[in-house]
């Protein structure tokens, strides 16, 4: 059982560039999370699922966009890439979104220029 | 707003133990989760507090004051693989998880 997927690992991408950051999990859990990471910061969350074909604004949104099209994926793109969301993106899952403990991905690391 | 406090860093000596503080301030509270960071990795859960009180788990506890807003993480016999950033989160009323900037913490021989 492997968990979180996440891919890529780590991307370098030239502002402007449209990029998907995908997210697997096979643990068939309801809820899904996607999380920025910067130094000296807390994750931040961007947009979360609670269950398959509905999706939520979290604290950052703007210039993100996420789709669950079914239990296992969610990924997260950025449509017009800016150097601010240079960070580290963690996508997480709990079997339920409540007060269930969430599971992260290995994280993907972009770098925008 | 919402809040959480932890020390930005901590200095420790291997077997020894330390206590990581965290204080929050949060519309409503449904538990308290305490996650391990090893660099360049992901968060790990170590612990989830949601009644007052002391949850010990191995050489790690975690402790909790709800009328206090207030939480600490204590690790004991510490060893050099210890070395990481420990997060404080919250779930607000909304069932949100509010997470701390999180404590990184350093083990010295």
């Known amino acids: 059982i492997a968990g979180i997927t996440q891919a890529p690992t780590s991307q370098i991408l030239a502002a402007g560039r449209r990029m998907t950051l995908r997210c697997t999990q096979d643990m068939r859990h309801n809820a899904m999370y996607w999380y920025r990471q910067d130094l000296g910061l807390g994750l931040r969350l961007i947009h979360y699922?609670?269950?398959?074909?509905?999706?939520g604004k979290g604290e950052v949104p703007d210039g993100y966009s996420v789709s669950r099209a079914n239990t296992d994926d969610f990924p997260l793109t950025l449509a017009s890439a800016v150097p601010s969301q240079t960070s580290v993106y963690f996508c997480a899952s709990s079997d339920r979104a409540t007060t269930d403990t969430q599971y992260f991905g290995p994280g993907t690391r972009l770098t925008v220029l | 707003g919402q809040n959480i406090d932890q020390p930005t860093e901590m200095t420790a000596t291997e077997g020894a133990i330390v206590q990581i503080n965290c204080t929050y301030q949060?519309?409503?509270?449904?538990?308290l989760f305490w996650y391990q960071q090893h660099a360049g990795e992901a968060p790990t859960f170590l612990s989830y507090?949601?009644l007052d009180g002391l949850e010990e788990k191995g050489r790690f506890s975690s402790f909790l004051s709800r009328s206090k807003g207030y939480s600490y993480l204590l690790l004991k016999e510490l060893q050099m693989k210890d070395s990481a950033s420990y997060l404080c989160?919250?779930?607000?009323?909304?069932?949100?998880?509010?997470w701390g900037a999180g404590t990184k913490l350093i083990i010295k021989p």
């Open positions: 507090n949601v």
């Open positions: 989160a919250v779930t607000d009323s909304n069932y949100q998880l509010i």
């Open positions: 949060t519309s409503g509270f449904n538990g």
């Open positions: 699922s609670n269950t398959a074909g509905t999706t």
